[in-house]
């Protein structure tokens, strides 16, 4: 399991370094690499019985060649279907050969997604098989994996197919007692079947199997590391301050109720007995930087340094800013420094001297840099804006530097209290469960995308009125497959769309973090008034000036993301609006998309969406995307996360420090799987 993935065959240096850019570096890794998705190949159905955003086959006989016609960059080559007076339109990107490659006269079987476009039905870009080269694939499961640029699809499968029939079998190290109750499958079977399915019912079931192993795994660690800092003795005690009445003082809100609580539970552990692990738990918008700054505040003026570590720099350059405001506006002169990755050499030298000579007393940046590179004088607090569970590595990292500072950790990840205990059964739990009360609740609507240029004057409106707007495409990558709308095509077409003395700038994840500093803190100060971006936004800004945001191709995402991306309007004192573009007109998109109609419980919003969709789209989009499991999904197997928390504090009962004889297997896995290098606990 611990040998290089170049002990297998076939894989030399070259495509080592491909594995290496997807996070795979071992055998065990390559066998952790679990597919993203599986083609399935089934039988064609007939054109009356076809759904719209599912991939499926269909047997067409082509009466003519297909035509070729110039569309935009692209040659479009269309090919009409028709079946007992139904019609099916095919249509392929830049593959103008297909006109002499499907022969009139014959039957073909063609396979994609089918869209519903203009009333019409739509496969674009299908594969396509003669009958007989069908009939083989049929009723096959293909793995489909996360891939980067140079490795292939068959590459990975080929590696995993090596790796699987090399291996020695794997001890069973479930007890036997948790595997029968909660009906899982045995481990080596579980992997071999998720990679190579036979059937949909045994895939269910390895899946079940790994997704309970990773979910019982982590809460074992996590248990062992709370009760590892439960005994941990408060070495940095903070008193209460007047600094921070005054920072209070200052604010022009009054702290809402929720905040006052936790406010008071953080001053209880910053000034306890031992150490704080905190995770404040608060939907979008309701007020945790302004606890995190107070706690900040009363450590610095108990003598110590905090560190406050944001998942991306854009995030922590807005904190930095925002913290430097507040504190001038309360007359406190602290040192902030800000520190992250698009910093000059020398800007960073300064700044790891001022944290080392303690001189930098509030730090703000992005974890890596924090983490990896910083020696602090006298670091007593360390807060964490996370979007991700990356708060237990980091802990650990910082502990092995001999430093037991207090640990904070700021989730916005909508999760029921129940399940919040179990993932982060490690801390203490406070929760803001209640907005500051000048918020209005947003309005949304679901659209389809004739009402664009509705949309676009709304927009001009309440930027005339002095607000901002919001507009979220897919992805950057141009995807004529998809025809999705990407990112920097879209912003010209809306600068053509638009009143022309408003400022649109586009944001996206592949552009360079000093670009999108620049972007963020110029629309942040209202010289940008339209901002197109990817999902990039999606990690806690804050504009509270931005009114309005329009998703584009609403029906691509998660719901559970819609409704995080949703929280980056209805911030400021002004009414919000939020306006999902969808791109198909079948029922079932806008059926989903309702749900974000009737709800603002993002657990609520996420389990709908999962009933909707039903068994078969459990490898399809990941609802919570903020909790990174490898397998697992918090949202889709709550049930199953749950049930293995259930059995881990059974079996702790039983035997807390699982020195039973039955338990060797499992505690030899589980010191195995904390040893993981990436910023979570590796399984
Ligand atoms: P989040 O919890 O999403 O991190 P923020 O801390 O960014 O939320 O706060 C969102 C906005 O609400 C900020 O503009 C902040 O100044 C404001 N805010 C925070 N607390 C209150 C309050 N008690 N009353 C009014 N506005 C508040
Ligand atoms: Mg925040």
Known sequence: MDSPITSIKGIGEKTAMLFHRVGVHTVGELLSYYPRTYDMYQE??????????????????????????????????????????????????????????????????????????????????????????????????????????????????????????????????????????????????????????????????????????????FILALRQMKEASELRKNECPCSPVKETQQLLASLPYELTGAQ????????????????????????????????????????????????????????????????????????????????????????????????????????????ALIQNQVRFLRLGLVVTDEQHRFGVRQRETLTDKGEYPHVLVMSATPIPRTLAIILYGDLDISVLDELPASRLPIKNCVVDESYRATAYRFMEKEIAAGRQVYVICA????????????????????????????????????MKAAEKNKIMERFAAGEIQVLVSTTVVEVGVNVPNATVMMVENAERFGLAQLHQLRGRVGRGKHQSYCIFVSGNDSPDTKKRLEILNKSNDGFYIASEDLKLRGPGD????????????????????????????????RLLREDPSLQKEEHRELRKRLSACRMGGDGNVSL
């Not at 479009?76 to 028709?82: I, R």
């Not at 014959?106 to 594969?127: A, W």
């Not at 990174?628 to 949202?635: A, L, P, S, T």
Request: glycine residues 8%.
């Open 260 to 367: 006052k609580k936790v406010w008071e539970e953080l001053q209880r552990d910053l000034s306890g007995e031992g150490v704080m692990s905190r995770l404040i738990q608060g939907d979008v918008g309701s007020g945790k930087t302004v606890v995190a700054l107070l706690a900040l505040v009363c450590a610095v003026y108990n003598g110590y340094q905090g560190a406050l570590m944001a998942p991306t720099e854009v995030l922590a350059r807005q904190h930095g800013q925002s913290i430097r405001e507040m504190l001038e506006g309360a007359g406190l002169s602290l040192s902030v420094t800000v520190l992250t990755g698009s910093m000059t050499a020398k800007e960073k030298r300064l700044a790891y001297e001022a944290i080392e000579s303690g001189e930098a007393k509030i730090v703000v940046g992005t974890h």
């Open 475 to 510: 992805m950057v990558e141009e995807n004529p497959e998809l025809e999705l709308e990407n990112v920097v095509d879209y912003t010209e077409k809306l600068k053509k769309a638009m009143n022309p003395s408003i400022a649109i700038e586009y944001l996206h994840g592949k």
């Open 44 to 217: 064609p159905v007939t054109f009356a019985n076809l759904k719209a955003e599912e991939i499926q086959a269909v047997a067409g006989f082509l009466r003519k060649a297909p035509s070729v016609t110039k569309a935009k960059r692209y040659a479009v080559t269309t090919v009409v279907l028709e079946e007992f007076g139904e019609y099916l339109h095919l249509t392929w990107f830049n593959m103008p050969f297909l006109k002499n490659t499907l022969t009139p006269g014959s039957t073909y079987i063609f396979r994609g997604r089918v869209q519903k476009k203009k009333g019409r039905l739509v496969m674009e870009q299908p594969e396509y098989f003669t009958p007989e080269a069908y009939e083989e694939k049929l009723n096959t499961m293909q793995p489909i994996y996360g891939l980067t640029a140079g490795l292939s699809n068959k590459t990975v499968a080929k590696a995993v197919k090596q790796a699987l029939d090399g291996r020695n079998l794997n001890p069973e190290y479930l007890p036997e007692e948790i595997r029968m109750s909660q009906e899982l499958a045995e481990y080596n079977f579980a992997l071999q079947t998720i990679h190579f399915p036979v059937k949909w019912e045994d895939l269910l079931l390895a899946r079940k199997r790994l997704v309970f192993d990773e979910f019982f795994l």
């Open 618 to 649: 459990l490898f399809g989009i990941r609802q919570s995307g903020l909790l990174e499991f490898r397998i697992g999904d918090v949202f889709t197997d709550a049930g199953i996360l749950k049930a293995a928390g259930e059995a881990a504090a």
